[in-house]
């Protein structure tokens, strides 16, 4: 098993936590991890993104060789093509539709969504409406990473103990929106796949 | 044993926790702020009563270390590279003085500059010093070279250097503990004058070190953190320095190479191992992260031996730091190049966050020095440099922790009136003091624009030393108090913020206003913490 997965958004978006749970999860199932993580000045706005790599044999290098990707998520439509060079053949793209306009010369929607749509493998979901119903637009990066989870080959339930640590000491009623968050995700990528 | 994922930086804090280190000073800065921020956070530190401080600057933390281990502790002291250009001073000297408790100085190199001004390559210090240098190739490494690096510096009574960069700083992996090792007992130098560096002492205590530099070459190429991989081709041997052997490896089957690799983890340079490769390899290529510091010393001024490849024969760009694909271009190996880039991209710079006060700050300086020829704000080291980018463009200088206020004092007594400087709290009790005062000695007709947000936002709200403090700190140094003024940088105050500004741009003597008001950041911080807190007592 190996999953090279490069996590992208814009600072503040939540990148880091999927990270984090993607990271405990694969601690928990005894997968050797490696996970490029960017902090400082380009968290301010700019964009952001984590090069993550699970293996069940030891990993070298913490950063993904071009062309090595197996998956792109992304929370902002525009950050998940910037580093679409980066996958593999057969890659999987998993993004949020809802794009993050905080540049005056963010291209056309139109077209972003098109190219994304051109890809062999993509999964485009509305992650914040979805949230949103849900009762927390804070929990969209959760309905991303749902979303991505057919594709992970590791057990849900690794995702829902990794929540419970990650989140636990904020409450009994946040760990369960995520974990909700979580399964809607999967249930939309399941019902277009 | 079970491992718990960590990033390079708190592998290294985890290590000294478990090594019995005493006390961590340190300075905020990328990519080094998260192993003293680890040590803070950790209940293991609180319980060994492991003292954890941000310090003013880098220099005070590595004099503040080196105080630990006059006393026969284990200290810490962390980095980030230009930090160490601060701390230079001391950091030099206390390969003179020696260390008495194990000494480990931690500087986080920032190759590509990703939150940097410049990718200066901290192995250089490490030589200048003559001290030994360790330089971990992954997060597991970096945990037991903390426990190693420690007996090195007390076997040798030595301050060792830990040289890491960006990538390995920030990446997160599974990291096996060790036992955790009792703190030392205070213990006094043997040796009472060892920390007196007059003249005559000085000169015997650096023969001393000139005397151990053999001992310190043996201790390398014993070291386990230096390993020679055998293997049949021998038209090429590699040199692989720290996390460059991960780029390497990544590129065969089995992390196996088909030629001899020299793995470095420890400085100075194992001689005879690289007397082995040279002799047995018909050319080397080096890898390094950071400047060509092996590949240089390998070549020597006259070039005239084995062919030597690296970045200065363009086999390696010559800067930014390595990946795997940079180092297969290099060895001629043909990979998947990917896709197309998109065309659907344009670049997101970072900028201040909606809500930032240092945008109204902005605002109200930019309009208050509309009537002057433009290119008269020096600023400094922090958030406020966005200033730098649309839609603001409001600053003209950004060039290390300080340099605000001594080169708008400068361009001021050449001519240019009134010069404006403009400097984040932190960064003013960092290094801003000093050229202050200067300039108020000097009588420099400058305007000193101190943003107070309470907190060291740029690397994430580390606590500020100047907090509370400026204006006493301003009229300490010589301030007429008439010339101090403490605005709130919101919109609705623009005009009032700004007519303030001008009249002080006209006032032929130093000002300084403080415009203050709480970091974005840390505010909606405190408020979700203090959220979560009635939350949890209601449940």
Not at chain 2, 354 to 378: D, Q
Request: with cysteine.
């Amino acid at each position: 098993m190996k999953k090279d997965i490069i996590l992208a958004g814009v600072g503040g978006q939540g990148i880091l936590s999927i990270a984090a749970i993607i990271g405990t999860a694969a601690i928990g199932a005894d997968l050797y991890l490696k996970q490029a993580e960017v902090h400082g000045m380009s968290q301010r706005g700019g964009d952001v993104h984590s090069n993550l790599r699970l293996s069940d044999k030891p990993v070298a290098s913490d950063l993904i060789p071009q062309g090595h990707a197996d998956m792109i998520i992304a929370i902002e439509p525009m950050e998940s093509l910037r580093y679409v060079s980066m996958l593999a053949e057969n890659a999987w793209l998993i993004t949020n539709s809802t794009p993050h306009v905080n540049i005056k010369n963010y291209p056309e929607l139109h077209d972003i969504l098109t190219e994304i749509s051109a890809l062999p493998q993509h999964i485009i979901i509305d992650a914040d409406n979805i949230a949103k119903d849900l009762g927390s637009k804070r929990a969209a990066n959760m309905v991303i990473l749902g979303a991505a989870l057919p594709f992970l080959d590791m057990d849900i339930k690794l995702f829902h103990d990794a929540i419970k640590t990650i989140f636990g000491r904020k409450g009994d009623d946040v760990v369960q929106m995520n974990i909700d968050a979580l399964k809607a995700g999967w249930d939309f990528t399941i019902s277009k796949t | 044993m079970y491992k718990i994922p960590l990033l390079g930086d708190e592998a290294i804090a985890q290590g000294a926790i478990d090594a019995g280190v005493s006390a961590v000073y340190a300075y905020p800065g990328t990519p080094s702020t998260e192993i003293t921020e680890y040590v803070l956070r950790s209940k293991e530190a609180r319980e060994g009563k492991i003292i954890a401080s941000w310090t003013s600057n880098e220099k005070t933390a590595m004099e503040s270390a080196m105080g630990t281990s006059y006393i026969g502790k284990r200290g810490m002291v962390c980095m980030k590279h230009v930090g160490l250009n601060v701390a230079a001073d001391a950091f030099l000297n206390s390969a003179i003085t020696g260390a008495n408790g194990g000494l480990i100085v931690i500087a986080a190199d920032d190759p590509s500059m990703h939150s940097s001004q410049n990718e200066q390559d901290s192995r250089f210090f490490g030589n200048f010093a003559m001290i030994p240098m360790l330089e971990p190739s992954n997060q597991q490494e970096a945990y037991d070279m903390i426990h190693y690096g420690y007996e090195l510096s007390e076997k040798f009574e030595i301050p060792v250097l830990m040289r890491i960069t960006t990538r390995l700083a920030h990446s997160r992996a599974g990291v096996t503990r060790k036992e955790m090792r009792e703190q030392n007992a205070l213990k006094m130098p043997k040796i009472a004058n060892q920390f007196i560096l007059l003249p005559g002492n000085a000169r015997r205590r650096y023969k001393m070190l000139l005397d151990t530099q053999d001992a310190f070459t043996a201790e390398s190429e014993s070291s386990v953190f230096n390993e020679y991989i055998d293997a049949e081709e021998k038209y090429l041997g590699i040199i692989a320095c720290g996390i460059s052997y991960n780029y390497l490896v990544e590129n065969y089957p089995d992390h196996k190479t088909p030629f001899p690799v020299l793995k470095i983890g420890q400085y100075p340079l194992p001689r005879k191992l690289i007397e082995k490769m040279y002799n047995e390899c018909d050319e080397i290529l080096v890898l390094e992260e950071g400047y060509p510091l092996v590949e240089e010393s390998l070549r020597g001024f006259m070039n005239n031996g084995k062919t030597i490849k690296g970045r200065l024969d363009g086999s390696i760009p010559r800067d930014g730091e390595l990946n795997p694909n940079i180092v297969a271009n290099a060895l001629g190996i043909p990979h998947f190049k990917g896709r197309e880039s998109s065309k659907n991209v344009v670049g997101r710079p970072p900028s201040l966050c909606k809500g930032c006060p240092h945008i109204y700050s902005y605002n109200a300086l930019t309009e208050a020095l509309e009537k002057y020829a433009r290119g008269r704000v020096f600023a400094d080291i922090g958030c406020y440099t966005l200033g730098a980018l649309e839609p603001f463009e409001a600053i003209n200088t950004c060039v290390d922790m300080g340099a605000s206020i001594t080169m708008a004092r400068g361009a001021a007594d050449a001519g240019l009136v009134p010069a404006v400087a403009v400097i984040g709290d932190s960064t003013f009790t960092h290094s801003g003091m000093t050229g202050l005062l200067d300039a108020i000695l000097g009588e420099a007709p400058i305007t000193v624009m101190i943003l107070d947000n309470g907190t060291t936002a740029m690397t994430g709200g580390q606590d500020s030393n100047a907090f509370g403090k400026i204006e006493d700190i301003c009229i300490g140094l010589g301030m007429d108090k008439k010339h101090i003024h403490v605005l709130d940088p919101i919109q609705k105050h623009h005009d009032k913020n700004m007519a303030v500004i001008k009249k002080e741009l006209e006032y032929n003597g130093v000002s300084v206003i403080i415009p203050r008001r709480e970091c974005i950041q840390t505010l909606a911080a405190k408020i979700r913490a203090e959220k979560r807190k009635v939350k949890l007592a209601t449940q």
